[in-house]
């Protein structure tokens, strides 16, 4: 379906990465595969680090560093938003949504508009509309949206095709009104008739925890997961990436009456360097339009990855000037969502770590 | 320059890819073996194969990765 926005922008950014930090060298021997085939993996997916939480680090944990942060410095009012939205897979408790857990811990206003998205990878698309929207109503001038996740805690250490990429994360991003009513364009669509592709498949009510879900087996291809660990069809997710996201990106240049080379940047969710190569080279897009570094950072953090991308290698540019950007968002669900808009200049676009060290 | 064999035993010393019919069946290539493949196939042909093309019956076995080849120009 395609969307149209107008009068809304993105104010600021922070990202929030734990502190813990694990190279890939270190990991291989917990898999069982000769670490030649381990380290042809590295050269061709980009693994090389990865930030992940220490012991029983939470959402919220993560989200209130990050506000506080902003607060201590200015850079946002405790009562200087009306809307938070939190986008996550994996949130602190199955009731309440972990975005009252923060509203809360925070001392937050209760004229707050609290509300939490189950969307992965296309997720910080879905926040950025689910803000748009809740922008029209007057009682809310500012929307706070958290994207983050802490995946480690649910796949196995022992899975080659999912633990080495996978990074935890936060990013708080506000959005707010624009004088410039320009239309913003964006297309999405939803496929749940491939949801198996990216699945926690048990922990839920349909297959809860047990003992028997918690016993790892070893599949096919030599990987050690259980049924309470993310299993991602790594195939599937490669086909359905290459080969619906560039006619999705065509189909919304085409829609907003524009063309490639009018775009100052490319920030597609980075799911691994080689995936991201090749959709550049499909779409003929030049790499130093389209950040492919996040996952050899930081890991792939599911919807913390596109606002990583731009605060890791635009952040100067983005706080100085307006760039024209094209968010590219895509995993499970499946889920595949494009938007084209103004971006910047910023108040703030900072990073930190969890914890903060001072 | 190197063959398709070449390269495949590159990926996987442990096999012969000459005496198989059907590299997934056997358990000689996993899927990310498919893309370490694709990475040596660009390089060494100087080529674009598609991320869309990388299926797994592109690759099932010798006469497969060579149709696949002579798409983007190249005998091998």
Known sequence: MKLVFHGKRIEGLLTVLPANERLFVDEMDQFDFPRGRSLKLKEVMGYDRHRLVDGDVCVSDLAVAGFEHLFAQGLLDRDGFDALIVVTQTPDHLMPATSFVIQGRLGLKQDLFCLDINQGCAGFLIGLYEAFMLLEQPAIRRVALLNADVMSRKVSPRDRNSYPLIGDAAAITLIGQSDDNAPIHANLKMDGRRREALMIPAGGLREPSSEETRVAHTDAEGNLRARDDLVMDGSAVFNFVQTEVPPMIEALLASAGTHMAVVDTFLFHQPNRFMLQKLAEKLQIPCEKMPSNVVEHFGNSSGVTIPLALAFNLRERVCRETLTAVFGGFGVGLTWSSLLMPLGPLAFCEMIDYPQVN | ?76
């Open chain 2, 1 to 76: 320059m190197k063959s398709i064999l070449d390269i495949l035993s590159g990926i996987r010393p442990e096999f012969d890819f000459a005496a198989s019919q059907d590299y997934l069946a056997d358990g000689m290539l996993d899927s990310f073996d498919m893309l370490a493949l694709v990475s040596d196939l660009d390089r060494t042909f100087s080529i674009r194969i598609e991320g869309s093309e990388i299926l797994p019956e592109n690759f099932r076995n010798l006469a497969a990765i060579q149709a696949l080849l002579a798409k983007h120009g190249v005998t091998a």
